[in-house]
Structure formats: structure tokens, C-alpha cells
């Protein structure tokens, strides 16, 4: 079965250090990867996405993200976090399956706090 | 400037009646979907519809209802069939390609 992994339900991290918010995928043939944040009481905002060419992708506000295939990794990273960043971060991967007209399956969320 | 709008933000409702979540966009999108958020859980799908007219449940559907008659619009009813109706509710669309999806801004929903 097609899935999304967000195994951190909550990340720590303090101001001006780097963060990583983890995702793993599983899904058939090459994937499509997708991250987007939401703020509280706000719909979700896109980050940035792997389709295909470079595996590290770069996104909006800094974020960037490392597509690692032999891992089925779509990790978020950031090199000096701020504390406006502190959101809930969303993992997504495009359902492949010849009848899911190519929905999104998304991962539960990793909330980020950034401490002054 | 294209976005997509949910209106009201906030709506409260009496147990056993109906309610309306408006979607409207601006941005051409052929495909547009509808999820439900519980705190502490992710999105989960309730009704998605490719193009005008035509609409199919998604993983939660009970109690829900859509409707598709024209390209910008997608309204969503909630039913007294729904046994836990109080979510916030999330919008989206996507362009042909079918790649990022665009969100609304939400509609949380209270219903005593």
C-alpha cells in the first residue's frame, strides 16, 4: 500500500540552528513529493516539490528538501531556523495507482517549535 | 489576485441540522477537493471532483454531501448524518498537471 511516514510528531529546535523534519514515502513507480505548512487556523501553504532532475530541491522561505531514493526519503531542512517558522509541516507523495486519479496521500504533520 | 475563498471562517450549528461550507476558485482548476482536519491528525479526504458535474467520495464520505455545477464552485454539506461533524474544513484545487494542490483558507465548523 501507498503511504506517507512522518515519524516525528514534534520537532525542538532553537533559533538560528538548522532544523530537519523527517519524511519517508512508499509508493509505486518514481514519486512525487510534496511538503507544505500551515499555520494555526490558516489553510496549508506550499513549500516545494520533487518531481524529477535534482535531488535536492529548493522551496519557499529557505526550506529545502533532499529526495533520497534508496531511503524513500523526502526530508525538510532549513540551515538557520527562525521563529516565525514554527508551523505544522505536511509530507505528501501523489497517489500513483491507475484509479486515484492522482490524489495526494498525506502524513499526519510534524509540529515545529522554534525557541528564542 | 486568483486564489481560492471558503466562506464563513468560523460557523456554529445546532445538532441535526444541515450546513453549507462554501469553496469558490478563481484560478481555472479543473480538479477540486474537500478534506476535514482533526486536531493532532492529518487531512483526510471527504469528496474530490475532476471536472463539472461529476464528483466521487473520498476516504470519509458518510454524512457528507457535494455538489459541482460550475467550474469555480464546490460547496460542502454537512449532514445530521455526520455523528462528529466539529472539524475545520479545508478547500483545495489543482491545475491540469494534478501536481501542487492550492488551499483555502478553512472553515472551522462547531456544531453543539
Known amino acids: 500500500a501507498q503511504s506517507v511516514a512522518q515519524p516525528e510528531d514534534q520537532v525542538n529546535v532553537a533559533e538560528g540552528n538548522p532544523l530537519t523534519v523527517k519524511c519517508t514515502y512508499s509508493v509505486s513507480g518514481n514519486p512525487y513529493l510534496f511538503w507544505y505548512v500551515q499555520y494555526p487556523n490558516r489553510g496549508l501553504q506550499f513549500l516545494l516539490k520533487y518531481i524529477t532532475g535534482d535531488n535536492l530541491v529548493k522551496g519557499s522561505y529557505g526550506f529545502e528538501a533532499e529526495f533520497n531514493k534508496s531511503q524513500t526519503s523526502f526530508h525538510l531542512k532549513k540551515p538557520s531556523a527562525l521563529v516565525s517558522d514554527s508551523a505544522l509541516y505536511f509530507c505528501a507523495v501523489r497517489d500513483m495507482s491507475v484509479d486515484s486519479n492522482y490524489q495526494l496521500i498525506w502524513g499526519a504533520g510534524t509540529k515545529l517549535i522554534i525557541k528564542p | 489576485d486568483g486564489g481560492i475563498t471558503q466562506s464563513p471562517k468560523y460557523l456554529f450549528r445546532k445538532e441535526g441540522q444541515n450546513v453549507t461550507l462554501s469553496c469558490e476558485q478563481n484560478?481555472?482548476?479543473?480538479?477540486m477537493y474537500w478534506y476535514r482536519q482533526d486536531p493532532g491528525q492529518g487531512l483526510r479526504l471527504i469528496y474530490y471532483?475532476?471536472?463539472?458535474?461529476?464528483?466521487q467520495k473520498g476516504d470519509i464520505a458518510e454524512g457528507y454531501s457535494v455538489s459541482r455545477e460550475k467550474k469555480e464552485s464546490f460547496p460542502l454539506t454537512v449532514t445530521s448524518a455526520q455523528k462528529n461533524p466539529t472539524a475545520f474544513y479545508l478547500c483545495?484545487?489543482?491545475?491540469?498537471?494534478?501536481?501542487?494542490?492550492?488551499f483555502g483558507p478553512g472553515t472551522r465548523l462547531t456544531v453543539t
Open positions: 484560478l481555472n482548476h479543473d480538479a
Open positions: 483545495a484545487s489543482t491545475d491540469g498537471d494534478g501536481y501542487e494542490q492550492y
Open positions: 471532483s475532476q471536472i463539472v458535474n461529476d464528483f
